[in-house]
């Protein structure tokens, strides 16, 4: 088995779960929100922000007793079943995936609305984005942690500058709201997934110096912060621009905080723009880095072929997966489809909370519980086809895993007759 060496301090992490969470979701998530919900999109937060809260409990006390990678995967074996422990994989492999082509994507709308381009190149260039990050991955965790640092900062600077200067912009009549439960859920929904970076964290167990003090330090440290600027984010986004034109500007162009600075009496807009795109390498860079943990602990496994117990083979498969999801062109869908499968992820992840003894646990049970019913209850508020969808996605899995199992027991030994 190949080890992972621990060199990621608290630091670190808190910028590795920062570079996951501060991309995708502010500058293309909210503007998809918006356009189910308006100005209600400032509740959804807030509700997503509180289910992610559950959560981050649940995967905190979870990584730091048993800090390896894998995150949900290995804990749904351990505390579960095999059955849940592959669920969970699975549907970790299926949601960042599509989170991570959604990043590529939305990078590159950014990049072509900036530099004037037809809208023709977004699929070749979004697939040599993937290239150039799957290669950083190769080089060592070292090496992306300092990118992601460097990522960090500027998107924090971009969205500071942002809000400052959209503050005095905010019309009231933006923010009147008026809408039906079932959009408010559906766009909490569609938030949640914003929130959910902070599983990186967990999936670098390996890689973490103190992980049973740094992890949990990390990742309640990495959602306080990315709560407090979604939610001024927001507010200054749909109170400047207006929800109808915000959801407009992300179907049309895929870059509406730009659009929306635009309007400011400080012309930012270049720089909100070049803070989009390093928002977005960095959700990319550490969504490979997680997702190619999960790939080796289901290689070791056995639940994924035995070659992707190799981190290089890892780290090259999971950028092939999502340069062909990436393939689809649509932010929209892999957005959509990704807030399905993630919370069917975080419900695994709250079930194996609920299973922890007394002294493993950190936190209270009724967490978890609370973690556990508004994940299922958020997952079935997506639109039935992206839900069914997500189902027949776990059924293939399912069922790849059933085949996998019953080979391995047919090859097992019998013993002496």
């Known amino acids: 088995m190949q080890p992972l060496t621990r060199e990621i301090g608290t630091l670190g992490a808190t910028m590795m779960g920062l570079g996951s969470i501060v991309g995708t979701g502010v500058f293309v998530g909210i503007g998809i929100a918006a356009g189910v919900a308006g100005p209600a999109v400032v509740i959804a937060i807030a509700l997503a922000a509180a289910v992610a809260t559950c959560n981050a409990l649940s995967s905190a006390q979870l990584a730091a007793n048993h800090p390896v990678s894998g995150g949900t995967y290995e804990y749904g074996y351990r505390w579960l079943n095999p059955t849940l422990g592959f669920s969970a994989g699975w549907m970790f492999l299926c949601a960042k995936s599509a989170s991570a082509a959604t990043a590529a994507l939305g990078f590159t709308g950014y990049l072509l609305n900036m530099t004037g381009q037809e809208s023709g190149w977004l699929v070749p260039v979004a697939i040599s984005v993937v290239v150039v990050l799957t290669a950083i991955v190769l080089a ?7 990118v992601n640092i460097v990522i960090v900062s500027i998107t924090l600077f971009a969205l500071a500058s942002f809000v400052a200067v959209g503050s005095g912009q905010i019309s009231t009549a933006n923010l009147a709201m008026d809408f039906e439960p079932a959009s408010l859920m559906n766009a909490t929904a569609l938030m949640f997934v914003a929130f959910t970076g902070y599983g990186r964290i967990a999936t670098l167990g390996e890689e973490v110096v103190e992980p049973r003090r740094t992890i949990p330090r990390a990742i309640i440290t990495t ?24 959801a407009a500007a992300t179907n049309q162009q895929a870059a509406p905080l730009e659009i929306a600075a635009r309007s400011f009496p400080l012309r930012i807009h270049s720089l909100i723009a070049i803070g989009a795109m390093t928002a977005m390498l960095g959700v990319l860079l550490n969504l490979i880095l997680g997702l190619s943990r999960v790939v080796l602990a289901m290689g070791r496994r056995g639940d994924l072929p035995q070659s992707t117990s190799n981190l290089r083979i890892a780290v090259i498969v999971v950028g092939l997966v999502i340069g062909s999801l990436v393939a689809i062109g649509s932010i929209k869908t892999t957005w959509s489809f990704s807030a399905f499968t993630v919370l069917i992820y975080y419900a695994v992840t709250n079930l194996a909370a609920i299973q922890l003894a007394d002294d493993e646990r950190l936190y209270r049970r009724w967490w978890a519980w609370a973690g556990l019913i508004a994940c299922l209850a958020l997952g079935f508020a997506i639109e039935p086809s992206v839900w069914a969808t997500g189902l027949g996605v776990l059924a293939v899995g399912l069922v790849w895993h059933w085949i996998r199992q019953s080979k391995h027991r047919t090859q097992r030994p019998t013993g002496p007759a």
């Open 223 to 246: 959602l306080v912060v990315s709560m407090v600027l979604y939610l001024a984010v927001a507010v200054v986004a749909i109170g400047s621009l207006g929800a109808p034109a915000l």
């Open 140 to 146: 060592g965790v070292r090496l992306s942690n300092q």
